[in-house]
């Protein structure tokens, strides 16, 4: 729900993740499984 203690934290994650590099929106979960195989996930310059 917006403007919702919850979706208040989903933006903060969100917000979060691409500071540290990850795409949004994410890949599939197919996309993310043939990269993590081919050694291309986490993206590169993703801060841990």
């Known amino acids: 729900m917006r403007d919702s203690p919850e ?6 994650v969100i917000e979060k ?4 590099g990850y795409p949004f929106p994410p890949p599939s979960r197919a996309e993310i499984l043939t990269l993590d195989k081919t050694g291309k ?8």
């Open 41 to 48: 996930w986490p993206p590169p310059g993703v801060k841990r």
């Open 7 to 12: 979706d208040a934290a989903r933006l903060r």
């Open 17 to 20: 993740l691409k500071a540290r």
